[in-house]
Each structure stands twice: as structure tokens, then as C-alpha cells.
């Protein structure tokens, strides 16, 4: 709520408030840090309801996204975020306003331009040229007007990514905890406590089975699927936003590490987050002709936009490489029963393999799933014996189906 209010006050331009507002924030951040340092020492008792794949999404790239929103607009009472020269100093005003609302724009060579290099060493800053060369082939004016939109958008893709992690734990609804109990390790407990634990959620495991299960595992998977889709949206859509720069973005910044020094070349951040640009304003005179206005405008948030936005590129795609290598490597090869089995017995060594081979044969694999993140947060001790009780209801239940 912080944050939401120090990108509203920034875009009706109170000062006084975005400062209120970001001390709020470093208020905040300094108690979560001391939360955070009093907790890691404290004794918890909430199970894991995800991995390490699903955690970069909505803890790593969400605290990347939120940091950068705070960046920027916490920017905005520390410096101007735009400064033009003109040559009436009464319109400097009224001129900056105008080019924050309008944009800016910038002239660049296209690629079917045989003389890139006439204004390479020429032109004082990238893009910055004549408007007379668009009369000639080969350029183009490209318009920026999304550097005053970038912190909203980013905390719009922030709050993107944490919708998985919301819906998961709605449709989980403490399941995995009720399972488990205390269980854990974190409290001792009595023999006779641990047994009656143990026993009441091996039944509620087994009342559970089949598609009770089925939903909470196709649920799970589903939300895995939709962290990369919302990563592929959002590089899909600053692409739209960049007009159709933002794909190539990554991609040419390597290019530019790779290329020797005495080679022409454009910063590749240079064409979507200018820190010079043109500005031109056309207004009614005192005689109420038409008049224009022209000049060279510095977008000091342009720095920090170029450096967020080129992690963020890089973040998405090893963020969407790694899930796609994780779930090939993980998922796939579980959908075969003799990996389930070898699964289960790695982390239940002491179990009997006859018990396994007939968990691993009687539950599907959404029931295995459920049952291998139940074995995760107990104790190792207590593993042997939950498997142990499970093979023996299954081996009950065979019976009395035999008999009848």
C-alpha cells in the first residue's frame, strides 16, 4: 500500500507527499529486515508448499520489481526527472511539462540505410539529429513516451507474478500442514502423541486419494505453467510497449560486449532509454499565429531505466530457462513408477522395499505426489513408520476387497 501510494503521489506531483510516503517505506523495509533477523533464529512451523522454481518468481522476481518501483519513484523528490534547454528561459517551465506528458523522440538510421555511419561521429549524442535528415531514406523518428510510465508498469508486473502464489495457497488451504501436524521435528512430542498423529494422517492421506488429490496436484502443475506464461506475457508486452524493441534488448547488449572498440556501433540501451532527446512544442503566439519550440531534453531516470530493464530481460529469460530445465528433469522422469519408487526410497532408506513397491504400484501418481511433500517435512523417523502404516491399509484394503 506504501508503494501504490508513493506511485500515485508521484504522478500528480506532490513532493512533500512521495517524501512522507518514502520514509513510510524505508520505515517498513528497516522493521521486515529486523523481522526477518528475528525470525531466522525462531522456531516455524509452516511447511514448504512449493520449490525453489516457484519461490524465484514470486520471491526473487517480485522483490526485484518492487525494489525497482521504489527506485524510481523515490527518484522523483531527489532530482528533476527531466531537464530541457531552450531558448526562451520564461517557457523552460511549461516546455519540460509538455515533453514529460508528449514524450521525446529520437532519429536513427534504419537497417536499409546504406550510409549508417554519415552522422556516427557527427551527431553530439545518439539519435540526436536534424529534423532535415528524415527527409532523407534510411532514417526514421522513433517517440519515447513510456520513461514516466515505467514504475507503474513494473509494479503491475510485480503484482502479476505473486497471483500464482495467491491462488496456490487458496486452493492448497493448509492441507499439507494438516497432514503433517507436528510431525516436523520442531516440538517434542510424547510417544504416544507421535503415534496418534502419525495414525490420524495416514487416514486422512488414504480418505484423500484419487480426486481429492488429482485436483491438488493438477492445480500445482498448472500454477508452475502459468509462472512461465506470465514472464513470456510480460516480455510480450514491454515488447508492445517499446515498440518492438524490447525482444532484441538482451540480445544486443551482448552483441555490444562482444564488438572491438574501433567499430561504429549504437548502444542498444541508447534507442529505448535515451538520456538526451529532442523536444518539440508547437503553441499559439501573442498574435495568434502558430509557433514552435524546439530543444534538447536530459531523462535522468532513463539511467536507472536502462540498468533495471536489462536485469530484467536477462532475469526473465534464466528465470523461464531454468523452470523449463527443472521441469523436464524433475517432472518427467517421475511420471515412471520405478523413478516414484526410487524417490521414495531415497528418502525413507530404512523402509522395506516391499513396502514401497506396493505404495508405488496402488497410488497414482497425483496420491505419490501429496505423499512424497508429506514426507519432506517430517522427520525422517517418523517416514519409516507413516510408509510402513500406509503399506499395511493398502494391504487391508486388498483383503477385504479379495474376500468380498
Known amino acids: 500500500m506504501i508503494l501504490i501510494g508513493v506511485c500515485v503521489a508521484s504522478l500528480i506531483g506532490e513532493t512533500d507527499i512521495i517524501f512522507l510516503y518514502f520514509q513510510l517505506t524505508i520505515m517498513s523495509w528497516v522493521s521486515a529486515i529486523v523481522k526477518l533477523g528475528s525470525n531466522a533464529f525462531a522456531p516455524k512451523n509452516k511447511c514448504v508448499l512449493d520449490n525453489t522454481c516457484f519461490k524465484l518468481y514470486y520471491k526473487g522476481t517480485t522483490s526485484f520489481l518492487m525494489m525497482s518501483v521504489a527506485l524510481l519513484t523515490g527518484s522523483l523528490w531527489v532530482g528533476k526527472p527531466i531537464s530541457c534547454m531552450v531558448s526562451d528561459p520564461n517557457m523552460k517551465e511549461m516546455f519540460e511539462n509538455h515533453c514529460l506528458m508528449a514524450g521525446t523522440t529520437t532519429i536513427y538510421a534504419t537497417s536499409q540505410n546504406t550510409q549508417k555511419e554519415k552522422y556516427m561521429y557527427s551527431n553530439p549524442y545518439p539519435g540526436i539529429l536534424p529534423y532535415a535528415v528524415l527527409q532523407e531514406e534510411g532514417y526514421e ?218 505404495i508405488t504400484k496402488s497410488l497414482g501418481y497425483c496420491d505419490w505426489f501429496l505423499l512424497n511433500n508429506l514426507l519432506s517435512e517430517i522427520t525422517p523417523s517418523i517416514s519409516h513408520a507413516v510408509l510402513q502404516d500406509i503399506a499395511a491399509e493398502i494391504r487391508k484394503t486388498r483383503y477385504s476387497e479379495e474376500s468380498v
Open 141 to 358: 523518428e522513433r517517440t519515447h513516451p513510456w520513461y514516466k510510465w515505467t514504475g507503474l508498469m513494473l509494479f503491475g508486473i510485480a503484482g502479476a507474478f505473486y497471483v500464482p502464489r495467491l491462488l496456490w495457497k487458496i486452493a492448497e488451504g493448509g492441507r499439507l500442514n494438516a497432514l503433517r501436524q507436528d510431525m516436523g521435528g520442531k516440538k517434542l512430542l510424547s510417544v504416544e502423541d507421535r503415534n496418534n498423529q502419525r495414525k490420524l494422517a495416514v487416514e486422512c492421506f488414504m480418505q484423500s486419494r484419487g480426486r481429492s488429490n488429482l485436483f491438488y496436484c493438477l492445480t500445482f502443475f498448472s500454477l508452475e505453467l502459468l509462472n512461465i506464461a506470465i514472464a513470456c506475457c510480460a516480455m510480450y508486452l514491454l515488447n508492445l510497449v517499446f515498440q518492438n524493441q524490447f525482444l532484441e534488448f538482451g540480445l544486443e547488449n551482448v552483441k555490444l560486449l562482444l564488438l572491438k572498440n574501433e567499430f561504429a556501433r549504437y548502444d542498444a540501451m541508447e534507442r529505448i532509454f535515451p538520456k538526451v532527446a529532442q523536444c518539440g512544442m508547437r503553441y499559439f503566439g501573442p498574435s495568434g499565429s502558430v509557433a514552435s519550440t524546439e530543444g534538447l531534453c536530459f531523462l535522468y531516470h532513463n539511467y536507472l531505466n536502462e540498468f533495471i530493464f536489462m536485469f530484467l530481460w536477462f532475469g526473465l529469460f534464466l528465470v523461464v530457462c531454468v523452470t523449463v530445465l527443472y521441469l523436464t528433469v524433475t517432472r518427467g522422469p517421475t511420471l515412471f513408477r520405478p523413478t516414484r519408487t526410487a524417490v521414495l526410497h531415497n528418502k525413507c532408506s530404512a523402509s522395506k522395499k516391499v513396502d514401497i513397491d506396493i
